[in-house]
């Protein structure tokens, strides 16, 4: 048995890192047209950030784990080909802004059909909208090589930050295909690590939906404990003390219920803009209404945080420094996509306020980018305006002391640990006065803050 990876991500990446520490066995090739991917993952610098990776791909590089960007050669030689690239938002034509870009994927079949011969088993990896295995199958059967080829679907659903305890011992495993043969190759790879009861099987329709379905429920937990924060924030009822109350039956669960200031990630807005649309295609109207409401939500609640600075700020930010602690989507990874940092600090820039950005592991490149794209429309036009104040107005630091000295109010907008640690004594001396905290993400010890002195505003509280 060969493996080989198509696409060198956040998903393809981890997973096939893990599958060949795992499997020293099976020779795993994992490649990618991005040559600076590829050359980062065969370095000491891998591309993404992850808690424990380094060690997994040093133990199983050079073994039986090989990075390359030699993709027919890769396809050829393999018995077991994942399909682990990119599916982002549509940003032109039919279903703009919600279907899912398929481009990739149907290349990379493409490129299948063209380069095998005999027998391949075709592994869909990346979160797809339902009944994609349809015209995946499609193209690889017109293949003229005489090659023949099963498809399965087996969603990954590690989550950013912690992806190699997610690998290791996920709740479980999902496999979705037609071929008893091609879906018992596939358990046996996981099976050398993972306990056969948590490897679930089903069809390929199940399989693509489940995923989707996954990553909408864990969304409107998300946006279900926002919206009530609002309301706590109205009303004088706290939010983390709803959330353990609610939390603690059983039929709810404790997971998922931290109030923020709005989910980000490359997947949960995708994936249920995917879901709408899908709806939509198949006459659901207010079925697609109601998954809407879990994005629409969330985006109020992006808003809500900024406009609650500026109103405490008295009504204006303007020429205000405001020091930003955080920037990834959520800790323990350098990854920004739909980060909901993005959001909140284009608000205040565009409130003409100065931001001192700090995050442990986002590069000022991707700040400077991700803010870029969140000013520009789907042409990838910026006005001069904006332009000009991501310039000027938008300072990368490389730590909070630096960030809050001189700043009008700290915001926290990603809840990394080290943020819990610092010399608060020294923060607040440094800053100007009154000196004012929102934390974002319902962090740090709210008590000892307002001893030092800071006027603190959070999350589902009410002051
Ligand atoms: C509910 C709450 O569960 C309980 O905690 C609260 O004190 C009162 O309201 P109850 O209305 O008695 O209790 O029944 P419950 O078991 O929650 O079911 C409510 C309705 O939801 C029923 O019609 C049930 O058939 C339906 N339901 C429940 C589903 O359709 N699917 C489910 O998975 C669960
Ligand atoms: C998610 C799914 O969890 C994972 O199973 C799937 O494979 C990919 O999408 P990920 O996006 O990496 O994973 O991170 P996740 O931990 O789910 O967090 C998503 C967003 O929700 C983050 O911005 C996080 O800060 C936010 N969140 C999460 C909350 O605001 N509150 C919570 O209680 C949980
Ligand atoms: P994900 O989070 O789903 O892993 P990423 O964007 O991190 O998504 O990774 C997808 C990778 O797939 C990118 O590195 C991209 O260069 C790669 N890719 C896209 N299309 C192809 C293709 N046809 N052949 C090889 N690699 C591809």
Redesign the pocket.
């Known amino acids: 048995m060969k493996i080989c990876c198509?696409?060198?991500?956040?998903?393809?990446g981890p997973t096939m890192a893990m599958i060949a520490k795992q499997c020293p066995d099976i020779p795993v090739h994992v490649?990618?047209?991005?040559q600076a991917?590829i050359d980062a993952w065969n370095s000491d610098n891998l591309p993404i950030y992850e808690p424990g990776l380094d060690e997994v791909v040093k133990e199983a590089r050079g073994r039986n784990l090989t990075f390359s960007t030699n993709?027919d050669e890769a396809i050829a030689e393999a018995d077991m080909i994942f399909i682990?690239?990119?599916?982002p938002t549509k940003t032109f034509g039919i279903g703009a802004g919600r279907a899912a870009n398929l481009e990739?994927i149907e290349?990379?079949a493409r490129?299948i059909a063209k380069v095998s011969k005999g027998h391949k088993i075709v592994v869909e990896k990346?979160t797809l909208p339902v009944r994609t295995a349809e015209a995946v199958k499609r193209i690889l059967s017109s293949s003229g090589n005489g090659a023949t080829f099963d498809v399965l679907s087996n969603p990954e659903f590690l989550a950013e930050g912690t992806a190699v305890e997610d690998l290791l011992d996920p709740d479980r495993v999902l496999i979705g295909g037609e071929s008893p043969e091609s879906i018992k190759a596939l358990c046996d790879v996981y099976a050398h690590w993972i306990d056969r009861d948590r490897i679930l099987t089903t069809n390929l329709w199940s399989s693509e939906l489940s995923k989707l379905t996954a990553n909408a429920f864990l969304a409107q937990r998300v946006s279900s404990i926002n919206a009530i924060s609002a309301l706590c924030e109205a009303t004088g009822a706290d939010v983390d003390e709803v959330a353990r109350a609610i939390g603690t039956d059983s039929r709810i669960g404790p997971k998922f219920l931290k109030a923020s200031i709005g989910f980000g990630g490359?997947c949960f807005q995708k994936d249920i803009l995917n879901l709408v649309y899908l709806c939509e295609h198949f006459g659901l109207r207010e079925v697609a209404a109601y998954w809407e409401q879990v994005v629409i939500m969330n985006d109020h609640q992006k808003q809500r945080f900024s406009e609650r600075i500026v109103k405490t700020l008295f009504n204006t930010v303007s020429d205000k420094k405001i020091a930003v602690w955080g920037f990834a989507f959520k800790k323990d990874t350098n990854d920004t996509r739909e980060s909901a940092a993005i959001y909140v600090c284009r608000d205040l820039l565009r409130e003409r306020a100065r931001l001192t950005i700090y995050d442990p592991q986002v590069p000022e490149k991707s700040i400077r980018a991700e803010l870029t794209a969140a000013c520009s429309d789907m042409q990838g036009q910026i006005s001069e305006n904006d332009k000009r104040l991501i310039e000027q107005n938008v300072t990368v630091v490389s730590d909070c002391y630096e960030a809050s000295k001189d700043a009008h109010a700290i915001a926290v907008l990603t809840e990394w640990d080290e943020f819990k640690e610092l010399d608060f004594d020294r923060i607040f001396q440094a800053m100007q006065q009154p000196a004012f905290v929102f934390d974002g993400r319902n962090l740090l010890d709210h008590q000892k803050l307002s001893k030092v002195g800071f006027e603190l505003h959070a999350i589902g509280k009410c002051r």
């Open positions: 198509i696409g060198a991500g956040y998903v393809g490649v990618d047209l991005n991917r993709v682990s690239v990119n599916t990739f290349k990379c490129q990346s490359s």
